[in-house]
């Protein structure tokens, strides 16, 4: 679930950001020992929930659905450990439109239940469990779950094409504070830190038009009769309740894999061909993220098709529909999603004011997709066409730890740039060592935000205090720099930091200086957080122009005044058809368009609802080579994702946006 300063070394070749460990204004790296210290004095620490007193071990549910007449019948088994006190009742989220009808207890415990307070169910034990000791109880009941979100929990639908009626749950709501939807068909402690293991039995009548009953981890055995057919499908390693899903539908299957883990995939009938085609790049890039990150979690991947999403579900990602279509238009999508099962099912977010890291890295990982299947050249590519756009166009303005909304550009695309910087900062090899340890010292538990920190500063070998303090926990949008060249008596250029709000900002930035008649340039400089700030280019003489951050290193703007003969070493002319921006983002109700053309062109625009039903259509005609720009007027759609397909005779871009009411 989808944006310094008082030391110039000047070198004869391109540098990747250099670690501060030399000694003068920023000190000697802090040790390690006083890192560790200082993780539980940070914003953001772990701590016990001391209003949730047990810890939910196992779930065991028994459940048949009827997509037809809309009907769906649970039992499930439950085993509770007292984790904190001796345990006298089990609080849990249930919807109050479905029936309960029967609670009863596995062991010599006496369990009843009320139902006191909205779309909540207390399971009274008696006597009460001793501290560390566990229960386990049974609740039945059945019904069809009131719809409590937008997009998320579970919903029956009808038939539309070759779907079949179906019924299906999404684990997150868009509309929910705080965001798990489960509880409308499972009676459950929605917090991400309680993770647990799911032993379940599907059943659907064989007269139903619906073909499969679907669910979380492994295909254990399937038990066909004349009149039903029961599947039962085990998770062995634990995940977060906001993980299970279940689906049932006309569905059929198809293998990529048979093990190390099996991908297996639900599509509709009529769509197996375009799936095979649109799925063809998950078993690579899958294996190129085992390869990053750590073996593969599960024993299981796979997609099935839904009529929303996409939704990480642990081992089987609910995949929207209309995204299966036999190109390779979506393969961001299925890459983000793929990486959840490593960042956000294996390592969860210890807290939702930690969602960056579940999504934020999600998003980071469409562009690691990207240089799986391209190379590096893809993935700056796309930071620099699908992640730098988001978030420099997002009108949001808050941090992107304790996000004011969940959803948007600054938990997604900007969480992703700073992942795209921190890997500038580090280096390749420190930042996946960091990563891949990060992941085996969470391994099925919980992180939060300074936990990722610490990890990084073990191998950066210095405090990034500075980094996360700007970029993650209190600073707000990126820097605006202005860049003086004053070229007329001693070679000097001035960074400023033009930005009215949000933060002033602490980096390593290259520059790029070139001459007549000799190659570029390279070096770093420190720019302080600080409004205005000189740099002498000492020693050079002949110099044609000067550029920072060449490389795109940084989440920024720039813009250059030169004073002088000197010359900006931006091109007149775009180098390639791209989007620049969707703006802003999320937009309400009017977005700008803007696109660079490198060469005269007709083009048109296309926008879609995330479904992939068509919004409109604009010929804009032939334009000339240069920047352009085109508006699209939403107030009569709903409020989602939209993608805008710019269309050009050879080739097309798309870029999506937040509609936001």
Not at 270 to 291: C, E, K, M, T
Not at 462 to 469: A, E, I, M, P
Not at 521 to 537: G, H, I, M, P, R
Request: aromatic share 12%; net charge negative; hydrophobic share 40%.
């Amino acid at each position: 679930m989808y944006l310094k300063s008082l030391i110039l070394a000047i070198l004869a070749s391109t540098l990747v950001f250099a670690a501060p460990r030399q000694t003068g204004p920023w000190g000697t790296p802090t040790p390690n020992s006083e890192l560790r210290h200082r993780l539980h004095s940070r914003a953001g620490s772990l701590d016990d929930d001391s209003l949730h007193r047990y810890d939910m071990l196992e779930i065991h549910p028994t459940m048949s659905m009827n997509p037809d007449s809309q009907i769906f019948r649970s039992s499930v088994i439950y085993t509770v450990r007292a984790s904190q006190i001796p345990l006298d009742r089990v609080d849990l989220r249930f919807t109050e439109s479905l029936t309960m009808d029967s609670v009863w207890s596995l062991g010599e415990t006496t369990v009843t239940y009320t139902r006191d307070g909205l779309d909540s169910l207390q399971i009274l034990l008696s006597p009460a469990v001793p501290l560390h000791d566990t229960v386990e109880f049974g609740i039945a009941y059945h019904g069809n779950p009131a719809i409590i979100d937008s997009w998320g929990g579970f919903r029956f639908v009808r038939a539309q094409g070759d779907r079949g009626n179906m019924g299906f749950s999404m684990g997150d709501g868009l509309n929910l504070d705080l965001p798990p939807a489960n509880y409308n068909w499972l009676p459950s402690y929605a917090d991400p830190t309680d993770k647990v293991l799911w032993d379940a039995e599907t059943e659907l009548s064989r007269s139903q038009t619906a073909t499969q009953f679907m669910t979380v981890g492994m295909p254990v055995s399937v038990d066909s009769s004349a009149s039903r057919t029961v599947w039962h499908y085990r998770l062995d390693q634990p995940v977060s309740t906001y993980l299970l899903a279940i689906s049932a539908g006309n569905y059929r299957t198809f293998v990529q894999r048979t093990e190390h883990p099996l991908i297996m995939n639900w599509v509709y009938p009529n769509h197996l061909a375009a799936a095979q085609i649109a799925y063809a790049n998950v078993p690579a890039v899958l294996d190129s993220f085992s390869a990053r990150f750590g073996p593969y979690p599960f024993d299981r991947f796979g997609y099935a098709m839904t009529p929303i999403g996409d939704m990480e579900h642990a081992t089987c990602v609910f995949h929207v529909e209309n995204a299966v279509q036999a190109n390779h238009t979506y393969d961001w999508l299925l890459f983000h999603e793929m990486s959840h099962q490593w960042w956000g099912d294996w390592v969860t977010c210890g807290d939702w004011r930690d969602l960056w890291l579940n999504e934020g890295f999600g998003t980071y990982c469409e562009a690691l997709g990207m240089e799986a299947l391209g190379g590096h050249a893809a993935y700056q590519d796309y930071v620099e066409t699908d992640l730098f756009p988001a978030a420099l166009t997002t009108n949001e303005n808050f941090p992107i730890y304790n996000p004011d909304y969940y959803w948007g550009s600054t938990v997604y695309e900007k969480g992703a740039c700073v992942m795209h910087m921190l890997r500038q900062l580090l280096g390749d090899t420190a930042f996946f060592d960091a990563w891949r340890e990060y992941g085996q010292e969470h391994a099925f538990g919980n992180a939060v935000t300074a936990e990722w920190q610490l990890k990084l500063e073990e191998h950066y070998g210095g405090s990034l205090q500075w980094f996360f303090d700007e970029w993650v926990y209190t600073g707000t949008r990126y820097p605006l720099y202005h860049v003086l060249i004053d070229l007329i008596d001693i070679p000097v250029f001035h960074i400023a930091q033009t930005q009215t709000t949000g933060t002033l900002f602490r980096m390593p930035v290259d520059v790029r200086v070139s001459f007549a008649n000799r190659p570029d340039s390279v070096f770093t400089v420190w720019n302080d957080a600080t409004a205005d700030q000189t740099f002498e280019l000492t020693g050079l003489t002949d110099i044609r122009g000067v550029q920072i951050d060449p490389g795109n290193k940084i989440l920024k703007r720039a813009t250059y005044t030169y004073l002088g003969t000197g010359t900006p070493l931006s091109p007149a002319l775009p180098k390639e058809f791209r989007i620049t921006s969707v703006s802003p983002n999320p937009f309400n109700s009017a977005a700008v368009v803007r696109f660079d053309l490198p060469k005269s062109a007709t083009v048109r625009l296309r926008v879609f609802d995330l479904l992939g039903r068509e919004q409109t259509t604009r010929d804009l005609g032939s334009l000339p080579a240069g920047t352009h720009q085109v508006a699209w007027d939403g107030t009569n759609a709903a409020s989602g994702v939209y993608l805008f397909r710019l269309e050009s005779e050879q080739e097309c871009r798309v870029a999506k946006a937040i509609l936001l009411k």
